[in-house]
C-alpha cells in the first residue's frame, strides 16, 4: 500500500481551511512550522486541519508529527511507504483535504502563516486560486533569498512559459490558496511528481477557466533546503517539455484520482471547464 492515512478520529464537520504540508526527512525543521502554524490558528479560532504527508522520510519525521497530533487534534498525518516525490506528495494530501478552502505550503515555514490573509481577501474578491509570489513587490514585503537562486528562478520562469503559463512571475513559491472544489479537480488531474507540479497545476488552473490572482508574500531562505540546485533543476525542465506535450495530447482532461465530493463555498460544485 502506498499511501497510509495513520491518524484516526471521528469524522468532524467540513473545516473551513485545510493545510497541506509535504515533508521529506523534516524531523528538524518541521515542529517549528507547525507550532507556529497551529498557534496562529488556535489564536484566530480558526476552523483548520493541517495534513502533513510524509513522503518516505528516514528520520523521525513521523514520530515527530504522531507525537504533536496528541498535543494538536486538528493535524493529521499521511505517511507514503517510500519517497514518491514533492508533487505527488503534495496530491496525496490534497486528495484527502476536507477543507473549503486548501492551503500548500511548505515544511521550513519560510513563509509565515498569517500572510494567508492576502490571499484570501483574494479568493474573497473572487479569485479560484490565489499564489504567494516572492517577485512581486508591495509595500511591507520582503523577500530574503540568496542570489544564485533567483538567478536560477529566472531562467526557470523563461522555461515555464513554454507551457503556456506565461503571466505568473513566480510560480514555485510553496505558499497557494484554493478554493476546495478548485484544488480537487486540479490536484486529481495532476501527472507529475517531482517539484515542477506547481506549473501543471497552474497551467491546468489557465486551461480550465479558473481565475488566478498572484500575491507579494513575505518569504525568508532557511536553511536545509531539499533542492539540489543541479539535479533538478535538470528534472523539473524536462517536466516541462512532458507537461507541453501531454497539454498537446490532451491528457488532462481525464483525472487521475477521484477528487473528494466536497461542496464549494457557495454550495454549488464549480465546473472544470474543457482543459483542451
Known amino acids: ?114 500572510e494567508i490573509e492576502r490571499l484570501e481577501a483574494a479568493i474573497d474578491a473572487g479569485a479560484d486560486v490565489a499564489i504567494g509570489s516572492r517577485a512581486l513587490h508591495a509595500a511591507g514585503v520582503e523577500v530574503r533569498a540568496r542570489v544564485h537562486r533567483r538567478l536560477i528562478g529566472r531562467v526557470f520562469h523563461l522555461l515555464v512559459r513554454l507551457t503556456g503559463v506565461a503571466d505568473i512571475a513566480d510560480t514555485q513559491c510553496g505558499f497557494k490558496l484554493f478554493r476546495g472544489p478548485a484544488a480537487h479537480a486540479l490536484f486529481s488531474r495532476m501527472r507529475t511528481t517531482g517539484f515542477s507540479f506547481d506549473v501543471e497545476v497552474l497551467m491546468m488552473a489557465g486551461l480550465c477557466g479558473y481565475r488566478i490572482v498572484e500575491i507579494p508574500v513575505n518569504w525568508t531562505h532557511q536553511p536545509g533546503s531539499r533542492v539540489n540546485l543541479v539535479t533538478d533543476s535538470s528534472r523539473m525542465a524536462l517536466d516541462l517539455v512532458r507537461m507541453r506535450l501531454w497539454r498537446l495530447q490532451r491528457r488532462y482532461e481525464a483525472p487521475h484520482l477521484s477528487p473528494w465530493a466536497a461542496p464549494s463555498e457557495s454550495g454549488q460544485p464549480l465546473g472544470l471547464g474543457r482543459a483542451g
Open 1 to 114: 500500500m502506498v499511501c497510509q492515512l495513520l491518524t484516526s478520529r471521528p469524522m468532524r464537520p467540513q473545516p473551513d481551511l485545510s493545510i497541506v504540508i509535504p515533508a521529506f526527512n523534516e524531523q528538524e525543521r518541521l515542529e517549528p512550522t507547525l507550532r507556529a502554524y497551529l498557534a496562529y490558528c488556535r489564536g484566530h479560532g480558526r476552523d483548520v486541519e493541517v495534513i502533513v504527508v510524509d513522503d518516505g522520510s528516514t528520520d523521525g519525521t513521523t514520530a515527530l508529527v504522531e507525537r504533536l497530533a496528541g498535543e494538536f487534534p486538528q493535524l493529521r498525518l499521511v505517511r507514503l511507504a517510500q519517497n514518491q516525490g514533492k508533487g505527488y506528495a503534495v496530491r496525496s494530501g490534497v486528495v484527502n483535504a476536507r477543507g473549503r478552502r486548501i492551503l500548500f505550503a511548505d515544511a521550513d515555514g519560510a513563509t509565515c502563516l498569517e
